[in-house]
């Protein structure tokens, strides 16, 4: 059991890692967070652990990889702001075991990776990357040969979520017929059509885009078998998560001419940061368009996603909102003038809610406003009291049998 008190302001540690924009700083300082830390890279290891002991919020982008291991070392971590989409880099319900919420930007960058994506497969099918890559060497390959346009193609896409949908309308725009691939049934936009499955959707797509989250059901998705499903001279594009394709199977098909190309923003292995080699049996190959997981990094998008996320957290930490968290019940609270906030999270278990409550019997409390929520393995109990109360309903609440963590807010 963690029990946690609120602080002043002045006192809550924030640490961003991974060179997170200024836009977050700001949005922190401008709601009165003054004790923020910057940091250019991710962190990782005895390292991690050693910074994060007397955090209270911790941003990260997708380097980061926030462990069980990582979560018991960090006593005072109250939440935790992916600066991007994915939530795969943290073990979301180690997380929750230690009453940590944690906070994504679903939305902030979907339109920079589908833009990519779209230029990608346009320059991969005039064979840009070989042209530029030969002329950088000397050489002048002015041909026809292998250079189509994109208009009229079918392009498949693989997850029809927020980035996928979004491809498939620009796609359409451009002349294209989309064709995808879900595990959930989805609204078609424009003259989008659902296949069947993967197998058909890799028959008949001349470019295959991946949209994927990193999942179990993810992983290596794109295999052998599949890459040797697409029709010949096809085109593979990755900007969701290296662990979706083999890697050497592409390789291997690119060195045989069985696609046309490929561009991959996303590695099984990825440099820990700029210094670092990346290394890939990717390199080399002219016909393949490598980019360092930049999907989502263009200045709007770094922008928005500073201010969604790190609003999020001050919510989080200003009222206990945690609307739109990842992994914890969502609660959307109204403000609480002149009353103090308790926060109680605890094993959503029989009995622990009457207990709750009990404290506030045994001790006459009054309680001022009370809100529930709670999701398979959590509750989350916020009871606003008069201030002279607080003190002793927090301590008491710390003891029930059953919480994960417990907060005052002011
Ligand atoms: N390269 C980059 O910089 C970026 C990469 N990403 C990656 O892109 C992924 C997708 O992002 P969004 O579209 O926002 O996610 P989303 O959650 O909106 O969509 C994912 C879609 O994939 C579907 N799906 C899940 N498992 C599947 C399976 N086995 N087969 C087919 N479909 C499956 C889901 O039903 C959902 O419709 C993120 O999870 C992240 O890993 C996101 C942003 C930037
Ligand atoms: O920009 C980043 O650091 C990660 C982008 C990404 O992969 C995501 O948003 O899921």
Redesign the pocket.
């Known amino acids: 059991m963690t029990k946690t008190t609120s602080l002043d302001k002045g006192k809550i540690k924030f640490l961003l890692l991974e060179g997170i924009h200024p836009s977050a700083v700001e949005l922190l300082q401008a709601s009165g967070y003054t004790q923020v830390e910057v940091l250019p890279g991710a962190l990782e290891g005895e390292e991690l652990k050693a910074r994060l002991a007397d955090v209270h919020f911790l941003g990260i982008r997708?380097r980061t990889q926030l462990t069980a291991e990582v979560f018991a070392a960090a006593p005072k971590l109250v939440a935790v702001g992916a600066f991007?989409?994915?939530t795969?880099q943290i073990d979301l319900d180690a997380a929750r075991e230690h009453g940590v919420a944690a906070f994504n930007a679903?939305?902030s960058?979907?339109r920079?990776?589908a833009e990519l994506v779209l230029a990608e497969a346009i320059l991969l099918l005039r064979g840009v990357p070989e042209k530029n890559a030969a002329a950088h060497r000397g050489g002048w390959l002015k041909t026809a040969e292998n250079a189509f346009e994109i208009r009229g193609k079918t392009l498949g896409i693989?997850?029809?979520?927020?980035?996928?949908a979004q491809l498939s309308v620009l796609a359409e725009a451009l002349g294209m017929h989309v064709v995808f691939?879900?595990?959930?049934a989805?609204l078609p936009l424009g003259n989008a059509r659902q296949a069947r499955s993967?197998n058909e959707l890799l028959g008949q797509a001349d470019i295959v885009s991946l949209?994927?989250?990193?999942?179990p059901?993810?992983q290596w998705?794109m295999g052998e078998a599949e890459i040797a499903a697409m029709k010949p001279g096809a085109i593979l594009i990755n900007?969701?998560?290296g662990t979706v394709v083999v890697i050497e199977a592409l390789a291997a098909a690119l060195r045989e001419r069985r696609l046309l190309g490929a561009a991959i923003?996303?590695f099984p292995k990825e440099p820990k940061s700029n210094k670092d080699e990346f290394l890939s049996p990717l390199r080399g190959l002219d016909n393949v368009i490598l980019t360092p997981?930049?999907?989502?990094?263009t200045m709007e998008a770094q922008a928005n996603i500073g201010v969604e996320v790190a609003e999020k957290l001050v919510r989080y930490s200003d009222n206990g909102t945690t609307t739109r968290s990842v992994n914890f019940p969502e609660v959307a609270l109204p403000a609480h003038p002149g009353k103090h906030r308790l926060l109680h999270i605890h094993r959503n278990v029989p009995g622990v809610l009457s207990a709750v409550n009990q404290v506030f019997a045994d001790h006459r409390i009054n309680i001022a406003a009370q809100y529930l929520q709670t999701n398979d393995k959590v509750g989350y109990v916020v009871t606003d009291v008069d201030a002279a109360s607080s003190d002793v309903a927090h301590e008491a609440l710390a003891k029930v049998p059953g919480t994960i963590k417990s907060r005052v807010l002011f």
Do not use: F, Q, W
């Not at 693989?158 to 996928?164: A, K, N, R």
């Not at 691939?181 to 959930?184: A, E, F, L, S």
């Not at 949209?211 to 999942?215: D, F």
């Open positions: 997708s991007c989409i994915g795969n679903p939305y960058n979907t920079s990776v693989v997850g029809y979520g927020s980035i996928g691939h879900d595990v959930v989805k993967l949209h994927v989250p990193e999942l059901s993810t998705m900007a969701s998560r923003d996303v997981h930049i999907g989502g990094s």
